[in-house]
């Protein structure tokens, strides 16, 4: 797992690679969490570049869901495609989040 | 008509964009949803459709839908015209032939359409004429004339309808990529065929600008009307480029004023006569035609297997026992065919298109369509012009329609996963078949027995992949294991491995075989989590085409599959609902799913249709 951040205006952009599952998920909600905690008010995850999320990826990504919606700062998932995509499906999650086609979609709804 | 259509479509949008891409590969514009009718008040309907398998639509709505689909199965009329022009028939028997071709279309479109018995898909599946039986027809014209063709298509007709009730068992010896490699070989006889004639080598008559310039607006036409054009023109590409091929060929003279006078000389109404030449039949030509049979069989498969998704919203597999009935009419077809004295039939796949993009499935229109084309059968005036097509029209037209059996033939071979066997099966086979058509007396020391073989790049090539394909599977084993220590931090790399390794060799779908690999990693995570696993977990999995089916064996806690998902504040804050949550995904993931425990180990069974 490798998570590679970056800004665009007052928006924070985290691009994951590689797998989201129990021996990975912990990493990536730490991070996500220490970065609302740390007062980024909006934040754009960009799951493009992950090829395997399991029910451990989905958990990480509700609890930075709720610690967002807890510090007042907003959310969005961007490049939820392909085999992804159809594990937001099956899995139910894709009215839980905030979804967007490209990361420029993502800043330009969290912006609003 | 069209608003209420269009108001239909908007109640319908969610199950209408799969029959939508569905008309799209088809190669059928959408735009034919204009023609739909308003939906009757009480019938049994699928999905989105206007007039569903069993509906009998108003009398004009059938008459009309009949119509649209004769003219797509007319233009395949070009197979038959091109053995009758070479085997150089007075004009009035040649009008006769067609005549002929017609009844034979009418007898498989009603076959198709039997609604119970032994015989027939059961489904609206129009026939037309096809580019398989092409080149072994012209092959047992040189060898024997006309009699030949009949003779040996009726022995076609009769080796698919033999083949009919064991498809379920011989399917693992025609795989997805040989029926995708013997559609490909067909492209290329045709392209092969189509450039000859639209080059002019052979042609009997002066070749030079005219007869280039004929051929090259013939294809111009056809081929911008195709990328280009909007509804019934793109749809009627095919025959509006033929219509203006032979409008150049009369103005430049490729095609001489005094063969139209023949045309005019044609009654508007003659009875068809049965007496050609009688049958004959060769052994050499027997294993040509063979492939042929199987070649449509192969196809047939496909085509049936496409019109029973556009008629059933939930389909999920393919119904044997209608593709079985299906590939027996089209044998019965095909030796009506022969008797009566025309090429060898298959099901239209442009009017499988119609279907899918007018929402208009009904069987009553299948009956239509026979009666139709039995009654054209009476009038030579209407099919007479196809007799006089000039070879340029000819060639563009046949090279029109190999450009898509060509992909069609290419897509097949790679939607399967493909380990270093089937490559070798695929690549040796295509290699034998370009040597046939490009080397000249290639095979000069071959015996003269096995010429026809070897001569032919659709029968060396087939021929080739199905032998090839049966030496291979000799050793590939269809039930595969794998023993994963759970503590091992490499277990989902392992596990991809093991199914990218297997659906390789099994020639699986690489869609299905993505979902095995979420489904065995989520499953393999969440033991190693949750249910304390004791040894090692054992995963096996069996294919065999229709059905993989996948059991983990491990001695710990059973996994629990809930229906329903747990809450979001089960799955953050417990260990239950993050452990359900698993659960659920493994369920929704897999076609079934089944946990036991058998001698103190637990049992996790899925199974994924295929």
Not at chain 1, 76 to 89: M, Q
Not at chain 2, 430 to 449: C, G, K, L, Q, V
């Given at each position: 797992m490798k998570l590679v951040e970056g800004m665009s205006e007052d928006v924070t952009i985290v691009e994951a690679y590689g797998r989201l599952d129990s021996t990975t998920a912990k990493e990536f909600g730490d991070r996500l969490i220490s970065l609302v905690q740390s007062g980024r008010g909006a934040?754009?995850?960009?799951?493009?570049?992950?090829?395997?999320?399991?029910?451990?990826?989905?958990?990480?990504?509700?609890?930075?869901?709720?610690?967002?919606?807890?510090?007042?700062?907003?959310?969005?998932?961007?490049?939820?495609?392909?085999?992804?995509?159809?594990?937001?499906?099956?899995?139910?999650?894709?009215?839980?989040?905030?979804?967007c086609p490209t990361q420029a979609d993502g800043v330009g709804k969290l912006r609003q | 008509m069209g608003s209420a259509s269009f108001g239909s479509d908007r109640m319908n949008e969610p199950r209408a964009r799969p029959l939508r891409r569905l008309a799209n590969?088809?190669?059928?514009?959408?735009?034919?949803?204009?023609?739909?009718?308003?939906?009757?008040?009480?019938?049994?309907?699928?999905?989105?459709?206007?007039?569903?398998?069993?509906?009998?639509?108003?009398?004009?709505?059938?008459?009309?839908?009949?119509?649209?689909?004769v003219s797509l199965v007319r233009i395949q009329l070009i197979y038959p015209a091109l053995v009758i022009q070479l085997a150089d028939l007075p004009t009035a028997a040649s009008v006769n032939m067609l005549s002929l071709a017609l009844i034979a279309l009418g007898i498989a479109s009603i076959l198709q359409s039997l609604p119970r018995g032994p015989v027939g898909s059961r489904f609206l599946c129009p026939s037309c004429h096809t580019g398989i039986f092409l080149e072994p027809s012209i092959a047992a014209l040189k060898l024997g004339g006309l009699p030949l063709v009949f003779g040996m298509t009726i022995v076609a007709g009769i080796i698919q309808a033999a083949l009919a009730p064991v498809l379920r068992r011989i399917r693992p010896l025609l795989p997805p990529e040989i029926g995708g490699l013997v559609v490909f070989f067909v492209g290329t006889s045709i392209a092969a065929i189509g450039c000859r004639y639209l080059m002019g080598v052979g042609a009997e008559g002066p070749v030079g600008r005219d007869y280039w310039l004929v051929g090259a607006l013939t294809l111009a036409t056809t081929v911008a009307l195709n990328v280009w054009g909007k509804g019934q023109a793109r749809l009627l590409c095919a025959a509006i480029g033929?219509?203006?091929?032979?409008?150049?060929?009369?103005?430049?003279?490729?095609?001489?004023?005094?063969?139209?006078?023949?045309?005019?000389?044609?009654?508007?109404?003659?009875?068809?006569?049965?007496?050609?030449?009688?049958?004959?039949?060769?052994?050499?030509?027997?294993?040509?035609?063979?492939?042929?049979?199987?070649?449509?069989?192969?196809?047939?498969?496909?085509?049936?297997?496409?019109?029973?998704?556009?008629?059933?919203?939930?389909?999920?597999?393919?119904?044997?026992?209608?593709?079985?009935?299906?590939?027996?009419?089209?044998?019965?077809?095909?030796?009506?065919?022969?008797?009566?004295?025309?090429?060898?039939?298959?099901?239209?796949?442009?009017?499988?298109?119609?279907?899918?993009?007018?929402?208009?499935?009904?069987?009553?229109?299948?009956?239509?369509?026979?009666?139709?084309?039995?009654?054209?059968a009476f009038l030579p005036s209407v099919t007479g012009s196809l007799i006089l097509m000039p070879r340029p029209v000819m060639g563009a037209s046949l090279l029109f329609s190999a450009c898509f059996v060509l992909i069609s033939g290419l897509q097949t071979i790679t939607s399967r996963m493909l380990d270093a066997r089937r490559t070798i099966v695929v690549g040796l086979?295509?290699?034998?078949?370009?040597?046939?058509?490009?080397?000249?007396?290639?095979?000069?020391?071959?015996?003269?027995?096995?010429?026809?073989?070897v001569s032919s790049s659709i029968v060396l090539g087939t021929i080739a992949a199905l032998l090839l394909n049966g030496l291979f599977?000799?050793?590939?084993?269809?039930?595969?294991?794998?023993?994963?220590?759970?503590?091992?931090?490499?277990?989902?790399?392992?596990?991809?491995?093991?199914?990218?390794?297997?659906?390789?060799?099994?020639?699986?779908?690489?869609?299905?075989?993505?979902?095995?690999?979420?489904?065995?990693?989520?499953?393999?995570?969440?033991?190693?989590?949750h249910c304390e696993p004791q040894g090692p977990i054992v995963v096996e999995a069996h294919f065999d085409e229709f059905n993989l089916d996948v059991k983990i064996t491990y001695h710990g806690e059973p996994l629990e599959l809930p229906e329903q998902r747990p809450s979001e504040r089960a799955i953050m804050e417990t260990d239950a609902g993050y452990r359900q949550l698993a659960g659920f995904l493994l369920r929704r993931n897999a076609d079934r799913v089944r946990t036991s425990t058998k001698d103190g180990a637990s049992v996790l069974e899925f199974h994924f249709e295929h």
């Open positions: 934040i754009v995850v960009d799951l493009k570049n992950i090829d395997y999320i399991s029910s451990a990826g989905f958990r990480a990504l509700l609890i930075t869901k709720r610690a967002t919606t807890e510090k007042q700062a907003k959310l969005a998932l961007c490049g939820v495609t392909g085999e992804v995509k159809r594990l937001f499906e099956i899995g139910a999650f894709t009215d839980e989040f905030l979804i | 590969v088809l190669g059928v514009d959408p735009w034919l949803q204009l023609m739909r009718s308003p939906p009757p008040a009480s019938s049994r309907k699928c999905g989105e459709l206007i007039h569903g398998l069993e509906d009998v639509p108003p009398p004009l709505v059938v008459l009309f839908q009949g119509f649209q689909h033929m219509g203006v091929g032979y409008v150049v060929a009369m103005l430049t003279g490729v095609l001489p004023g005094d063969a139209l006078h023949v045309l005019s000389d044609l009654p508007f109404f003659a009875l068809p006569h049965f007496a050609h030449g009688g049958w004959s039949f060769a052994p050499s030509m027997l294993v040509p035609f063979a492939v042929a049979a199987v070649a449509i069989t192969l196809k047939g498969i496909g085509d049936v297997t496409a019109i029973q998704r556009i008629n059933d919203p939930e389909w999920v597999r393919t119904d044997m026992g209608s593709i079985s009935r299906g590939a027996l009419a089209n044998g019965l077809a095909n030796m009506s065919a022969g008797i009566v004295g025309t090429l060898g039939l298959t099901p239209s796949t442009a009017s499988i298109g119609l279907q899918a993009a007018t929402g208009v499935s009904s069987r009553v229109i299948g009956f239509a369509v026979g009666a139709i084309l039995m009654v054209l086979a295509i290699a034998s078949s370009i040597a046939a058509e490009i080397i000249p007396n290639w095979a000069s020391h071959i015996p003269s027995a096995l010429e026809p073989i599977r000799l050793g590939q084993r269809q039930r595969v294991t794998l023993a994963l220590d759970p503590a091992a931090p490499d277990a989902p790399a392992q596990v991809d491995q093991f199914f990218d390794a297997a659906g390789r060799g099994w020639g699986a779908r690489p869609d299905v075989m993505v979902r095995v690999a979420f489904g065995i990693k989520q499953a393999i995570e969440t033991i190693r989590e």
